[in-house]
């Protein structure tokens, strides 16, 4: 089951799709990206398998009404619990996708040409190109078999699908802040963490007013008690924390640095796997 709010550049059938939308030669353009599931009883099944996320707050509405009967995950395991035994694939990789690809080999079956370019398009997007510090030793062979599969120059395609990405212009307020989006349960507190990535800081925040009039929307419909928006500049490997809620006291200890207008330079970050969420963790349970 896939995420109510996913990223169209951290999921693979959305990479591929924003790549067609802009106009750019995708790995296979027969692929439609499937419509989010918002509950699983409205899809007539009762037994799901959790893909890329554990934390129940992060999945579909009626998580606790049906049987998890299987997770294949690499991000942290949080507020989760099953009533029975189930199959459970964590790894501490830069993707999914990588655990995807080695279930495949594992099994001894062969890879289609448009899985390869979907499990690609994640791996890529997780990982920034391989450049982000989520990325695993073991990652970039994964990447390069992927790739060849696939029939693509990897930097190539890397680079398209990363800068196809970057195009917010079209976005509405709303859209940006909820194209990465997942809810943190940090010492009673539900923290919403999102990202975004672009190719210039400044031209995000120049839209400033309207996007922090999303985000208190999102604060007050969602009972939400903090909302940080990463906006990742892919080029350079910084962000900007943009942050509003009750506790940017905690925010601002976490990283060790002063909120201004409700925002602050963060250098060095582009994961909020490994230099985002651990650390507001800490900070909040201090």
């Known amino acids: 089951m896939e995420l109510r709010s996913v990223d169209p550049t951290a999921n693979p059938y959305l990479a591929l799709a924003v790549l067609l939308e802009a106009g750019l030669d995708g790995i296979e353009n027969k692929i439609e990206a499937p419509a989010p599931v918002e509950s699983a009883k409205a899809e007539g099944v009762d037994q799901v398998i959790l893909t890329d996320h554990n934390e129940f707050q992060q999945s579909i509405s009626d998580i606790r009404d049906v049987e998890v009967v299987e997770v294949i995950d690499h991000h942290r395991v949080s507020n989760f619990e099953t009533a029975n035994p189930l199959y459970m694939r964590l790894e501490p990789v830069g993707s999914a996708s990588s655990i995807v690809y080695r279930l495949y080999k594992e099994n001894g079956v062969a890879i289609p040409k448009e899985m390869a370019g979907l499990l690609l398009s994640g791996l890529i997007s997780d990982t920034l190109l391989l450049k982000s510090p989520t990325t695993h030793a073991t990652d970039p062979a994964v990447a390069a078999d992927l790739a060849e599969i696939a029939g693509v120059n990897l930097e190539e395609y890397g680079l398209a699908l990363l800068k196809a990405g970057t195009n917010l212009a079209t976005k509405s307020a709303e859209e940006l802040i909820d194209i990465d989006a997942k809810s943190f349960e940090l010492n009673g507190n539900l923290v919403r963490v999102a990202q975004v990535n672009t190719v210039d800081i400044n ?3 120049e ?15 969602n009972g ?3 909302f940080v928006l990463m906006i990742t500049d892919i080029l350079n490997s910084n962000s900007e924390i943009l942050a509003l809620g009750a506790n940017m006291d905690k925010v601002e200890a976490a990283f060790n640095f002063k909120l ?5 330079f963060l250098a060095g970050a582009v994961s909020r796997k490994k230099q985002v ?3 507001l963790t800490e900070s909040f349970n201090a």
């Not at 839209?207 to 419909?221: L, P, V, W, Y």
């Open 260 to 264: 201004e207008n409700n925002h602050a």
């Open 224 to 226: 939400y008690s903090d």
């Open 277 to 279: 969420v651990p650390q």
């Open 203 to 205: 031209e995000v925040l």
């Open 207 to 221: 839209r400033q007013s309207e996007i922090e009039a999303a985000m208190t929307a999102a604060i007050s419909a």
